[in-house]
């Protein structure tokens, strides 16, 4: 049954020729990327949930090392989540990397390794929202089914002159249903990613390569002079800065103390340098509240960083102070010291690894 909205959206439109156009591009001048040497759907899985939030340069050599360790399902459902953690770090954006190995392992338990090939199925494993259940179906089983991301949105609110907010979650609905008519039947493959490899190199945010755009005849947008103006997006989020110590204790024997993070919440299971909350502590007790916190005496010695990380929602603040303690115990299972060269076992953010510099 057709959506009334898409429908009229697509009325007048030459799907067809727009098709054609958008698959000749694709096909005669796509990126040569790993993810794509096959249809092998474990490999369009892994490389679309690292390109959640990511630029392609920066996923091409993980996703590399990330398939020579875990070159298929079964090998990633072996795998320790500790393991996995360290191939992703630096990635960012964990819960990813624990949705995919949790979603996986449900894949070799309750289909033999075999990724779904249906919605339904597809759908309901961890971590696998509309966009990656579409581009996964499409891309491997070649199934006519919408992978709708922000790439995506962009091309056709230019294309079709679409001009709801693409921030608001009804949106992707409408989209959705666009795409359900328009997709080709034929060669769903190509023309999901033709859209995306549109978006990415051509339709892009700002400044978009109307001139070299293989279906700028079929643009609504381009033919009123609107392409700057669309796609429609309201943003309310605003970002909380919080400020903290992060401290590199060594001990006596140059062992460095390092804690894992609680296994729910941001940077789950990663590791970490202790960080002081200064919204709840002051800087003249930074000491007593590492002696409650590990029972550990230290001495403050010099300031070697100041460290801003952003993430989606907060920005931390980071003052990296050095310290030492003439204790060598390990504090408890989630905190003990380490060798400097044992540091490379553990999985640690981004903004600890610019800690990292200073051993």
Not at 220 to 248: H, M
Request: net charge negative; glycine share 4%.
């Amino acid at each position: 049954m057709k959506n009334k909205q898409a429908a009229n959206i697509l009325e007048g439109f030459h799907t067809a020729a727009f098709q054609k156009d958008l698959i000749h591009w694709f096909k005669a001048e796509q990126r040569i990327l790993p993810w794509r040497k096959d249809q092998d759907p474990y490999k369009v899985w892994v490389s679309e949930i690292m390109l959640q939030q990511t630029k392609v340069d920066t996923v091409i050599p993980y996703f590399n090392h990330f398939m020579e360790q875990f070159p298929t399902p079964q090998a990633l459902a072996d795998a320790e989540e500790q393991k996995v953690l360290k191939a992703w770090e630096g990635l960012g954006y964990y819960s990813r990397a624990r949705n995919l190995h949790s979603a996986v392992k449900e894949v070799v338990e309750h289909y033999d390794g075999i990724v779904p090939d249906n919605e339904k199925e597809l759908g309901a494993l961890k971590g696998v929202g509309p966009y990656t259940r579409g581009a996964i179906l499409s891309i491997a089983y070649d199934t006519p089914s919408p992978a709708v991301d922000g790439n995506v949105m962009r091309v056709l609110s230019r294309v079709l002159m679409i001009e709801e907010d693409i921030g608001k979650p009804a949106a992707r609905k409408i989209f959705e249903a666009v795409i359900r008519e328009l997709i080709s039947k034929e060669d769903p493959s190509s023309f999901n990613q033709g859209l995306m490899e549109l978006g990415a190199l051509v339709c892009t945010p700002k400044s978009p390569s109307c001139l070299l755009c293989p279906v700028q005849e079929h643009c609504r947008a381009f033919e009123e002079g609107k392409e700057q103006e669309l796609p429609i997006k309201t943003s309310n989020k605003k970002q909380k800065t919080i400020p903290y110590v992060a401290l590199l204790i060594r001990n006596e024997d140059g062992e460095v103390l390092i804690q894992k993070r609680p296994d729910k919440g941001l940077l789950a299971n990663l590791w970490e340098f202790p960080m002081i909350p200064l919204q709840e502590v002051n800087r003249e007790q930074v000491t007593e509240w590492i002696k409650a916190q590990y029972g550990i005496e230290i001495e403050l010695r010099a300031s070697l960083d100041h460290i801003k990380h952003t993430f989606s929602h907060i920005i931390w603040d980071m003052e990296v102070q050095e310290a030492c303690t003439s204790s060598d115990a390990c504090i408890n299972d989630a905190a003990y010291f380490v060798t400097k060269e044992a540091l490379d076992d553990y999985p640690f953010p981004v903004s600890h690894q610019k800690i990292l510099k200073h051993m």
